[in-house]
């Protein structure tokens, strides 16, 4: 729609394409380049999800806070020798990393995200559950910090990221990197329009972080060469 909407086809569009377009862009700003996407992120999307303490949510850190989902990471970890160093890339607040690395005190984690905000809010948990096996830097893929060079991690997370970025094959890519030859990669992703009906459902209908709908079929497409790949439901 972007692309349309930057060509003379535009004005030869029906009035219901021009009003979809001029929809889609009041939904994702930051695709048009009206408003920087962390910005946009700390306004709309924060201060829904944010806010509470991932290890305050229940009696069990691990099944409470993320749910099944959460169990891929688990069995992973499980077989990893004591003093193994893991990421988790756009880690946010840590509602995945936190309960992760109360469960595995034996383990390192490091987190990864590119808004401020999400790191400060991790690092400040770990602190009030004195959590020492916790760190969290503000990086990218496209900008990692230097305490995560190439090949240093034996386990690398990407949980709900996917479908924020214009490119998830790329990100896949780069945070293979990150990960020794040995080591492996756990990816998690709402499946389907879940963004938008969840939040219809809420009333929070004006705003939008998934760019992609992502199905069994783009996953299937998007791993396609990659070596001992499973996916689980």
């Not at 992703?189 to 972080?209: I, T």
Request: charged residues 25%; contains cysteine.
């Amino acid at each position: 729609f972007k692309a349309l909407s930057e060509t003379n086809e535009m004005w030869h569009a029906g009035p219901w394409a021009k009003e979809l377009i001029k929809e889609c862009r009041r939904l994702y700003p930051y695709v048009w380049g009206d408003i920087d996407y962390e910005q946009y992120y700390n306004e709309t999307y924060y201060p829904f999800v944010d806010t509470i303490d991932p290890l305050c949510r229940g009696t069990d850190p691990v099944t409470v806070s993320v749910g099944n989902r959460i169990n891929l990471c688990i069995d992973e970890i499980s077989k990893l020798q004591t003093g193994s160093k893991i990421i988790d890339y756009g880690c946010a607040h840590g509602s995945v990393l936190l309960p992760l690395a109360k469960h595995f005190p034996q383990h390192q984690f490091v987190g990864v995200d590119f808004v401020k905000t999400n790191v400060d809010k991790l690092i400040y948990w770990a602190a009030e559950n004195k959590l020492e096996n916790v760190v969290a830097y503000t990086g990218s893929v496209d900008n990692w910090p230097e305490e995560c060079p190439p090949e240093s991690f034996d386990y690398a997370i990407c949980a709900e990221v996917l479908e924020h970025v214009s490119e998830p094959w790329t990100v896949i890519g780069k945070v293979e990197t990150r990960v020794k030859k040995t080591g492996r990669v756990s990816i998690t992703v709402p499946h389907g329009p879940w963004e938008a009906l969840g939040l219809y459902k809420l009333s929070h209908y004006s705003s939008r972080n998934h760019v992609w709908h992502i199905t069994k079929d783009m996953l299937r497409e998007m791993f396609a060469d990659k070596n001992d790949c499973r996916m689980a439901y």
